[in-house]
T-cell receptor
């Protein structure tokens, strides 16, 4: 499967625990985007990363959330001390080139985080 | 501050007829618009897009219309097929290109046989 791979598909955490969501972009794509979808809402941009660089984190909550895309391995979205309001579907997308209008994002199937 | 709005949460259409999904936006800086289709438990799949320099783009059964003066776009599907039943998201982007997207809330389309 050459698509965007996210794991785990489902993640259950108790309040106060940490959640780690992983994303492997499509082959040849070096730009990764994280979006969050709260229940009954559209997707909302969180962060845009290139390898070893955070390009735009304007959509990330100020506390408890962090993201990285190391030189080797998948991109990680980390949520510390989760709260019930973090329950959502988290989607990762990748693109070969940034800022190109004819290069739409390819999304993974998401990680559904449930905080109990 | 909902910059992209899809005012119809759901739409039901008979198979073979035309489906029209609507989307309004408020930010005049948006210059690129996309429609994504989403099945349950899957990620959004790109369907069709349109640049602000055009007013229509067609791809098979799917046509997107853009009315810049009204800040309105619509997606037409004709003829509608049962496999088109899904949630459709309108999305917009500005100078950053097609990647930093602002999404609408989605419209659930049901095609009835």
């Amino acid at each position: 499967n050459a698509g965007v791979m996210q794991n785990p598909r489902h993640l259950v955490r108790r309040r106060g625990q940490e959640a780690r969501l992983r994303c492997s972009p499509m082959k040849g794509h070096s730009h990764v985007y994280w979006y969050r979808q709260l229940p009954e809402e559209g997707l909302k941009f969180m962060v845009y990363l290139q390898k070893e660089n955070i390009i735009d984190e304007s959509g990330m909550p100020k506390e408890r959330f962090s993201a990285e895309f190391p030189k080797e391995g998948p991109s990680i979205l980390r949520i510390q001390q989760v709260v019930r309001g973090d329950s959502a579907a988290y989607f990762c997308a990748s693109s070969p080139f940034p800022g190109v209008s004819n290069s739409p994002l390819h999304f993974g199937n998401g990680t559904r985080l449930t905080v109990t | 501050d909902q910059q992209v709005k899809q005012n119809s949460p759901s739409l039901s259409v008979q198979e073979g007829r035309i489906s029209i999904l609507n989307c309004d936006y408020t930010n005049s800086m948006f210059d690129y618009f996309l429609w994504y289709k989403k099945y349950p438990a899957e990620g959004p799949t790109f369907l069709i897009s349109i640049s602000s320099i055009k007013d229509k783009n067609e791809d098979g059964r799917f046509t997107v219309f853009l009315n810049k003066s009204a800040k309105h776009l619509s997606l037409h599907i004709v003829p509608s097929q049962p496999g088109d039943s899904a949630v459709y998201f309108c999305a917009a982007s500005g100078l950053q290109g097609a990647q930093k997207l602002v999404f609408g809330q989605g419209t659930r389309l049901t095609i009835n046989p």
